[in-house]
């Protein structure tokens, strides 16, 4: 059964999972105009090849995450990142999201998977259903960075439209 995370910032920066950092302005929005191009490469991928196109739907969640944590100002530590990210979005997006965060959780532990276990296998439903949560995922991200800073000029999705 999967778990939202409830870990605030303040706990994960206590318990050493996030260090402060300026905000950059410049990596968010990079970090978002790549989200974006990952879902259209995941998109491109779906009947060609099912693991790639869930890794690039994952990759785009990662990113966005990652974009999130730097426009509150904190960046991941070293170890364990890629949970530190989910952990991260959950205490922000809180449990009104918790289906789309305890997808990605899933998503993350199925890509770990793929990699350290390649007969892992991947259907063209699953590379779908991790399609359609990295999509509602990075937009949700992108509207809350949005929302917490209106007066930034973002066009993250404008010439990514997926």
């Known amino acids: 059964m999967m778990m939202i995370y409830r870990e605030s910032e303040e706990n994960l920066l206590k318990e050493g999972f996030i260090k402060k ?7 968010i929005k990079n970090l978002m105009r790549r989200a974006y191009m ?13 693991e790639c196109a869930y890794s690039y739907a994952y990759n785009a969640m990662l990113r966005s995450g990652l974009a999130l944590m730097f426009s509150e100002g904190f960046r991941p530590e070293i ?10 979005a959950s205490s ?14 899933f998503m993350r532990r199925k890509r770990h998977r793929f990699i350290y276990e390649p ?4 259907s063209r439903k699953e590379a779908e ?14 509207k809350l960075i949005k929302e917490r800073n209106p007066q930034a000029e973002f066009d993250f999705g404008k010439n990514n439209k997926f």
């Open 129 to 142: 259903d991790a399609l359609k949560t990295a999509k509602e995922f990075v937009d949700i991200i992108g």
């Open 21 to 27: 950092c300026p905000v950059d302005w410049k990596a």
């Open 119 to 122: 007969d892992i296998p991947c």
């Open 38 to 50: 990952d879902l259209k490469t995941a998109k491109r991928n779906i009947g060609d090849d099912e």
């Open 79 to 88: 170890k364990d990142k890629h949970l530190t990210i989910v952990k991260f």
């Open 92 to 105: 922000l997006l809180g449990s009104k999201f918790k289906k789309v965060i305890n997808d990605y959780d």
